[in-house]
């Protein structure tokens, strides 16, 4: 019952209090102006996910300290402020990448002190990959790239909500098998700032996340299954944790590794701005906001659903297996879709 009186009343201010950031925002002219690179054509109020993470920092704060049980999330906490805080002022004030990644790494490091490192992963039935005296650094690599990987996958309208609201309910599911407490108190807390948000997002946006909301989710969800490792009394689950994990943000993770490598063997410099993800190069080829984002709504619905049936029924492969195949058929259908003329007029 706690769940769901916190999962409404989140819900409720969340939505309220977007709504208010809005009207704030747009009169103080706190806009995403469109550029060359962007996929929206008007001026648009950003920062709303600072919402997201003022309401999810402060209530699981209240809820540890209302349990009885201390204070777990020291690390995610310090961690979650700097990654916002640096990624706000980038927001409104450019910040040179070199710093971004620095404090990133310091917050991730938080984390690792604070609630330890990923042991290794489970990837099949009996196959294990230990990670042996590179847990730590593989760990922090871990928070880093999806810190800055939800960021870049933060293109378009709904896709970036819609992605941490499907990740944030199926980490609420998972946590509440593992009994997990204080992970789904966190994870509920998520859905409902990220759907209270995702209302005023969704195509056509009224208002963007901005890096202060998308880094934040990231950190946030590659920090959960370490600190779900630390605080459960099973030592059962603890390498397949990491996959579930990987599993919540599959095609966020997948098509930024596979943007890398295509930028790097293309001979493009890594570090300058770019529209090569795979959700952009559909909205280049014509296909709507609301196109984009549904599919993908679809192809993280299927990985979690999969990774689900895992969990309850014991099995291992699955996960693997169809994250593989369906992210194969997506980048396949992108490839298709540039090559052929986007239709005359298309929306972006």
Known sequence: MIYLATFIGLFLISWLLVGVFRKWSEGRAILDVPNERSSHDAPTPVGGGVVIVILSLVSLLIWELSDGGGVKFIGFYVGGLLIAGISGF?????VPAPIRLFVHIIAALLVVFDAGSFEGIELLSGVEIDFGLFSGVITVFW????????NFMDGIDGIAGTQAALAAGF?????????????????????ATSLGFLLHNWPRARVFMGDVGSAFLGFAFASIPIYAISISESRVF?????????????????????????????????????????????????SSHLAV??????????????????VITGMRGLILG???????????????????????????
């Not at 980038?90 to 450019?94: A, F, G, R, S």
């Not at 928070?143 to 939800?150: E, L, Q």
């Not at 994250?323 to 298309?346: C, D, H, N, T």
Request: glycine fraction near 6%; proline fraction near 2%; charge should be positive.
């Open 90 to 94: 980038d927001d409104l004030k450019h």
């Open 143 to 150: 928070i880093v790239w999806m810190t800055n990987a939800y």
């Open 171 to 191: 980490w609420a599911l998972c946590s509440v098998y593992f009994g997990v407490a204080d992970v789904t108190f966190l994870s509920v807390s998520l859905l």
């Open 238 to 286: 603890v390498k397949y944790l990491p996959l579930l994990g990987l599993a919540a943000l599959w095609f966020f993770f997948a098509d930024t590794i596979v943007t890398f490598f295509r930028r790097l063997i293309s001979g493009e410099k890594l570090w300058s701005a770019h529209r090569r993800h795979l959700y952009q190069e559909l909205i280049k080829s014509g």
């Open 293 to 310: 984002t549904g599919l993908y709504l679809i192809l993280i619905l299927a990985v979690c659903a999969v990774a689900i049936f895992e």
């Open 322 to 348: 169809i994250g593989l195949i369906l992210f194969a058929g997506l980048f396949f259908y992108v490839s298709r879709a540039s090559k052929m003329k986007a239709p005359e007029g298309s929306a972006t």
